[in-house]
């Protein structure tokens, strides 16, 4: 079965540099979740979209913003990176009103800032 | 608020024995809960999830979690360890039905498993 893919899955910038994370949910999924892990930290919440719609605002920095386009993939751009955006970039999707409910997790892009 | 609490933040036990991973979540009304597993280096994989269909919830490779009103808890099981049981375990809150909101985690359990 298809799975939310995740690109790159690795990413090194400098500081100061900008950055562009993609998101492509399973097919017929219709809402995105974009969460960030610090290194030895939990997964938290940055941002939501529901029919290229923002949904849900969590704790995205003003850097960052993010947008769902039509075909429902979602991208996350990052700029004037900072040391502390080191971190591993989830995104997630579901498809609202489904029985099952579950929000399903790319493998990730680990960006990496120097 | 909704929060979910992980008490231990390292578990370690012998392969073969039972796991007691312990979750307990704070919610003003009847949330969905989930463990997720994350391996070394990759992504989050849910094992299993609680919707107030039953208190008893199997998941995936043997995991099963009670959801006990009572003690607002929501331990993850399994009664025997496998050498590939070793990750980190996330017990998730989701204040609105898992799909439609955002997903709150706890700080995580890592589980070793030793020969």
């Known amino acids: 079965a298809a799975g939310v893919i995740q690109s790159p899955r690795h990413l090194i910038k400098e500081k100061r540099e900008t950055a562009t994370l993609k998101c492509y949910p399973i097919p017929r999924h219709d809402t995105v979740y974009w969460y960030q892990q610090g290194p030895g930290q939990d997964p938290q919440f940055l941002i939501s979209f529901y029919e290229k719609m923002q949904s849900d605002k969590g704790s995205i920095p003003d850097r960052f913003s993010a947008q769902q386009f039509s075909d429902y993939h979602s991208e996350l751009n990052m700029s004037s990176l900072e040391l502390g955006d080191s971190a591993l970039y989830f995104c997630?999707?579901?498809?609202?009103?489904?029985?099952?409910?579950?929000?399903?997790f790319g493998a990730g892009t680990r960006l990496s800032v120097l | 608020a909704q929060s979910v609490t992980q008490l231990d933040s390292h578990v370690s036990v012998s392969e073969g024995t039972p796991v007691l991973l312990r979750c307990n979540y704070s919610?003003?009304?009847?949330?969905?809960l989930f463990w997720y597993v994350q391996h070394p280096n990759k992504g989050l994989q849910l094992l299993l999830k609680?919707?107030?269909?039953?208190?008893l919830v199997k998941g995936i490779n043997g995991f099963e979690a009670e959801f006990k009103k009572s003690e607002t808890s929501f331990h993850l099981t399994k009664p025997s360890a496998h050498m590939s049981d070793a990750a980190e375990y996330f017990c998730?809150?989701?204040?609105?039905?898992?799909?439609?909101?955002?997903?709150?985690f706890g700080k995580g359990t890592k589980l070793s498993v030793k020969p």
């Open positions: 998730v809150v989701s204040p609105s039905g898992g799909s439609q909101g955002n997903l709150i």
């Open positions: 997630a999707s579901t498809r609202q009103g489904s029985a099952k409910n579950i929000q399903y």
């Open positions: 919610s003003s009304y009847s949330p969905s």
């Open positions: 609680y919707t107030s269909a039953a208190t």
